[in-house]
C-alpha cells in the first residue's frame, strides 16, 4: 500500500484521481484548506471500500506541508492540484501588475513547497513519484492572461527537479490538463474570468472541442486514470516531462 498525498484534493481532479488511486489500493491522504470538503471526498472514497485520510493543510505554508509530511512518514506519490489565481480573458496590455503576478507567484510558491517536501523524502527512501498540472498554455494561448506565464514556471520547475532527483531514483512529471467539461461551470469559470455566463461556457466547451485533435475533450474519469498510470511502475520510465492530454494543436 502506498502513501499518496493530494493537495488541493476536495476540487474535482482531486476527487477523481483520489478514488482511482484508492481503488488500487492505496491510502490516500486529501490536504486542503477546508475540512468539510475534505471529509465529503474521503466519506465517498471510504463508502467505496477505499482507505483516506484528511488534514486541514495550506500548501502556501512552507511548515505546515513539512509538518504534514513528518506526519504521513513515507510519501511514494505527492500531486499538487492547489488553485492559483489566474486571471483570464484580459488582454496582457490592459493587465494590472498584481493580476498578473499573481498566479505566477502562487504557482510557483505552493509547487516548490510541495515537491521540495516530497522530493526529499523520496530520495532519502530511494523512490517516488511527484506530478504536478498545468494546461500547456506556455506554449501560446492569447487571451489566456497570468496562466501562459504560470505554467512555463511549473514547466520549468518539473523538468529541472526531474534532473536533480533522478539518481535518487524520483520521478518528476507534469500532465498538461484544459478545459475538462466536468469542471467547466459558470461558477469556477467566472473566478478567472467576470464576464463568463451560461451561454459562453456552451460556447467556450464547443469551441475547444474543436481545437483538438481527436474532435472531443477529455473527460474526468480519463484525467484521473492518466495521472494514477503515470504514478504507477507501468510508467516507470518517465520523469522530466509533460503528458499533453489536452488534445490541442498547438501543444
Known sequence: MRNVVIYGAAGSIGSAVAGVFARQGDLVHLTGRTRET?????????????????????????????????????????LNLVPRGDVQGTPLVDMSVADFTRAVTNGATTNFITARAAAKRMAAQGGGVIIALNSGSSHGSPMMGSTGPTDAAIDTFVRNLAQEVGPQGVRVLGVWVAGIPETLTVEKLSAVNPAIDAAAVEGILAGLAQMRMLRRSPRLPEIAETIAFLASPHAAGMTGTFVNVTGMFTI
Open 38 to 78: 475534505l471529509e465529503a471526498a474521503a466519506e465517498a472514497i471510504r463508502a467505496d471500500g477505499g482507505k483516506a485520510e484528511v488534514a486541514v493543510v495550506d500548501a502556501y505554508d512552507e511548515a505546515a506541508v513539512e509538518a504534514h509530511a513528518d506526519s504521513v512518514g513515507r510519501i511514494d506519490v505527492s
